[in-house]
């Protein structure tokens, strides 16, 4: 059950043992002089229902990562523009007339990516079709990217990216990951590419000759194997790869804000002090 008054955090999801969310923010709670716990626990989908509406378990807030975040959706009264756009929700927190429901996801791609120094993502590209790879639309539009292409082993699981895109303006087409591609015209390579397939997923060298962009960046989302098959291709060929570390440290801040103040925007306080021991804590690890 979710309570303002609580002072427990958790992050749920399955699998979970490897979620680095703990570290995160038990070194922004710290930072802050919050006296909060913040836990790791296995919930399968079929058992979430039950688990936030359990009365003997009180928490301020909970982190969803999968298969929940669309359930958590589901679940909640209110979401804010991305989680419902998105369908998924990966933070909760309580409501007045029932849970509050945020992802948080878009904007730590948004921030990651303009760490790498990228304010304007004009053509961009993003590999896979899958849940993270709506989080990936939603950040390229705030990027003002107007031309996405998406790359999927299966192209026909990319139709409601196709048409959440046409709603939001952008030219977003979809073709499978060994199609060709023109490099003849100037611009034809998009600047940047979000990866939003397996981490283990060791594409074939056909594939990887039509999605590899010389000196473009990747942003791989994949953080527990790294490098990724992919981007180890990618700096072969003379492109920048980063990892979903700084997604996932930027995500976790705005989550922190949310438990703290309720306002994904407000900043934290002291908040550059507070990224700098998240950071720290992910590094150490």
Do not use: C
């Not at 959440?164 to 998009?190: E, K, N, W």
């Not at 060298?205 to 953080?223: H, Q, R």
């Not at 527990?224 to 060929?237: D, I, M």
């Not at 790869?241 to 801040?253: F, N």
């Amino acid at each position: 059950m979710l309570r303002a008054d609580a002072e427990r955090l958790a992050v749920w999801g399955d699998p979970i043992a490897h979620s680095r969310s703990p570290q995160l923010h038990a070194a922004a709670y710290a930072i802050l002089g919050l006296p909060w716990t913040y836990e790791r626990r296995r919930v399968s989908e079929a058992e979430f229902a039950e688990a936030l509406a359990d009365p003997s378990e009180t928490w301020r807030g909970l982190s969803l990562t999968m298969p929940l975040k669309h359930v958590a959706a589901e679940a909640a009264t209110t979401l804010d523009r991305a989680a419902r756009l998105s369908g998924a929700a990966n933070t909760l927190v309580p409501g007045e007339e029932g849970p509050r429901g945020f992802n948080t996801d878009v904007a730590g791609l948004v921030a990651a990516i303009r760490e790498q120094g990228i304010e304007d993502a004009g053509r961009a590209r993003i590999l896979g079709a899958g849940a993270t790879a709506t989080s990936a639309l939603l950040a390229l539009e705030a990027l003002g990217a107007r031309e996405i292409d998406i790359r999927a082993r299966r192209p026909e699981q990319a139709r409601p990216l196709v048409a959440l895109g046409g709603q939001l303006g952008l030219r977003v087409t979809a073709a499978p990951l060994d199609a060709p591609h023109t490099r003849s015209s100037p611009g034809a390579d998009p600047a940047l590419t979000i990866a939003t397939l397996p981490g283990d997923a060791e594409p074939a060298a056909s594939v990887l000759e039509e999605i590899v962009v010389p000196g473009g960046l990747l942003v791989d989302v994949v953080y527990g194997t790294w490098p990724t098959p992919l981007a180890r291709a990618w700096e072969s060929a003379g492109g920048r790869a980063v990892s979903g570390l700084p997604m996932l440290l930027h995500q976790a801040v705005r989550q922190v804000r949310i438990f703290t103040s309720g306002d994904v925007d407000e900043p934290l306080p002291s908040e550059s002090d507070v990224i700098a021991s998240m950071r720290r804590a992910l590094m150490e690890d």
